[in-house]
Nanobody, 122 residues
Framework: QAQLVESGGGLVQPGGSLRLSCVAS????????MGWFRQAPGNEREFLAALSWSGVNTYYADSVKGRFTISRDNAKNTVYLQMNSLKPEDTAVYYC???????????????WGQGTQVTVSS
């Protein structure tokens, strides 16, 4: 069983940046693909980015491509989401998740964090 804990959320102005972190404990996720999702009030959970266990292959949703970057440090059991050029519509709770396969469907993920709030507002 793995536990995932996100951090790094907060309030940021439009155009600003944040870096989210997701630390895994209990079970190493170094051989797991990792993903980031978000959910805004009244919306379904949305795929943002995924990364293979090696860190070589990355996948992004069109809505964040070019603005968000997913990366990982397996030695630290940590995955990151660097978010630049943030917009008010990026406001949501952000979740990291671990899967045995690289996937965009949330149903393919085995472990989830509790989420961290990101609010983009002036």
């Amino acid at each position: 069983q793995a536990q995932l804990v996100e951090s790094g959320g907060g309030l940021v102005q439009p155009g600003g940046s944040l870096r989210l972190s997701c630390v895994a404990s209990g079970r190493t996720v170094s051989r797991y693909a990792m993903g980031w999702f978000r959910q805004a009030p009244g919306n379904e959970r949305e795929f943002l980015a995924a990364l293979s266990w090696s860190g070589v292959n990355t996948y992004y949703a069109d809505s964040v491509k070019g603005r968000f970057t997913i990366s990982r440090d397996n030695a630290k059991n940590t995955v990151y989401l660097q978010m630049n050029s943030l917009k008010p519509e990026d406001t949501a709770v952000y979740y990291c998740a671990a899967s045995l396969v690289v996937a965009e469907r949330d149903g393919d993920y085995d472990y989830w964090g509790q989420g961290t709030q990101v609010t983009v507002s002036s």
